[in-house]
């Protein structure tokens, strides 16, 4: 609904576009250092957001893809697959990270046909360049590379916990028990912890900070930014859902933990 308001604004010349421009020349002509604004507006770049996102999708394959590993291995041991509350380990482990390739990749797909329609000019300082700037494609990509990163490390750590908690729950000696709950109880509290400040803390700053830096160099008007967010907000609840509906491993668990703070092994 957000995303509709601002680009019959920006199409139509309304007064919010004419508020938007003023905020711009304001925002572009102020006082936040240069080179810490364009720091911010290269993250954009998909030459920085996908390798970032890439290295998370790796990291996530292979732990899903243990995961379930240890889950066949335990059914045929008969001990029972690994899985929690919430459900068991993902059966689809490679589906999360392949479908957040595919939710990077459908930012141009959807950015540049918009641009191309509403061919909005862009900021005095991108004088000369075509009018297509409305919405931001580094924005966009900055904003779905960088949360979908978080929401899969979140599921990376999910699924970490899982396979500890199904180790935990095979026969031990009390000794065995003690040591291996004295040990791993403080390192999964404080990854939960850390998992969490990145996807609740530092991912929103860093797109802030992404759109703060491409109005401050004259890049783009803050609408393209926060049109671009609205974009990048539908791409990840898509995500989410296909995860939630064909991984088989309980996936609005990771969204609890997202919002609910560290989780069930955090303070």
Same mark, same amino acid.
């Given at each position: 609904?957000?995303?509709?308001?601002?680009?019959?604004?920006?199409?139509?010349?309304?007064?919010?576009?004419?508020?938007?421009?003023?905020? !711009?020349?304001?925002? $572009?002509?102020?006082?936040?250092? &240069? =080179? *810490?604004?364009?720091?911010?507006?290269?993250? #954009?770049?998909? @030459?920085?957001?996908?390798p970032v996102l890439s290295v998370v999708m790796v990291w996530a394959g292979w732990t899903g893809w243990?995961?379930?590993?240890?889950?066949?291995?335990?059914?045929?041991?008969?001990?029972?697959?690994?899985?929690?509350?919430?459900?068991?380990?993902?059966?689809?482990?490679?589906?999360?990270?392949?479908?957040?390739?595919?939710?990077?990749?459908?930012?141009?797909?959807?950015?540049?046909?918009?641009?191309?329609?509403?061919?909005?000019?862009?900021?005095?300082?991108?004088?000369?360049?075509?009018?297509?700037?409305?919405?931001?494609?580094? !924005?966009?990509?900055? $904003?779905?590379?960088?949360?979908? &990163? =978080? *929401?899969?490390?979140?599921?990376?750590?999910? #699924?970490?916990? @899982?396979?500890?908690?199904?180790?935990?729950?095979?026969?031990?000696?009390?000794?065995?028990?003690?040591?291996?709950?004295?040990?791993s109880r403080p390192s999964a509290s404080v990854t939960a912890i850390v998992v969490t400040v990145v996807?609740?803390?530092?991912?929103?700053?860093?797109?802030a900070g992404v759109g703060i830096g491409l109005v401050r160099r004259g890049y783009h008007w803050p609408?393209?930014?926060?049109?671009?967010?609205?974009?990048?907000?539908?791409?990840?609840?898509?995500?989410?859902?296909?995860?939630?509906?064909?991984?088989?491993?309980?996936?609005?668990?990771?969204?609890?933990? $997202?919002?609910?703070?560290?989780?069930?092994?955090?303070?």
């Amino acid at each position: 609904m957000l995303f509709a308001v601002l680009t019959w604004q920006v199409a139509a010349h309304g007064p919010l576009r004419a508020l938007d421009e003023r905020l !711009g020349r304001v925002v $572009a002509s102020g006082s936040i250092p &240069a =080179g *810490l604004a364009e720091f911010f507006a290269d993250l #954009g770049n998909t @030459a920085v957001a996908l390798p970032v996102l890439s290295v998370v999708m790796v990291w996530a394959g292979w732990t899903g893809w243990l995961g379930r590993q240890q889950g066949v291995r335990g059914i045929e041991s008969g001990e029972g697959g690994v899985g929690t509350a919430d459900g068991p380990a993902p059966v689809r482990w490679w589906l999360p990270p392949l479908a957040a390739g595919l939710a990077l990749a459908a930012v141009p797909a959807l950015v540049v046909p918009l641009k191309l329609w509403l061919a909005r000019p862009g900021p005095p300082q991108m004088a000369g360049a075509a009018p297509a700037f409305y919405p931001s494609g580094h !924005g966009a990509t900055a $904003a779905v590379a960088y949360g979908v &990163a =978080g *929401l899969l490390l979140l599921r990376g750590l999910r #699924g970490t916990r @899982a396979g500890d908690g199904a180790a935990a729950a095979r026969p031990h000696s009390p000794a065995a028990t003690a040591t291996a709950t004295s040990t791993s109880r403080p390192s999964a509290s404080v990854t939960a912890i850390v998992v969490t400040v990145v996807v609740r803390l530092v991912v929103p700053l860093l797109n802030a900070g992404v759109g703060i830096g491409l109005v401050r160099r004259g890049y783009h008007w803050p609408l393209d930014v926060l049109g671009s967010w609205c974009l990048a907000g539908v791409l990840l609840a898509g995500w989410c859902a296909v995860c939630d509906r064909w991984d088989g491993g309980g996936g609005r668990a990771v969204r609890r933990e $997202a919002s609910d703070g560290a989780g069930p092994d955090g303070p």
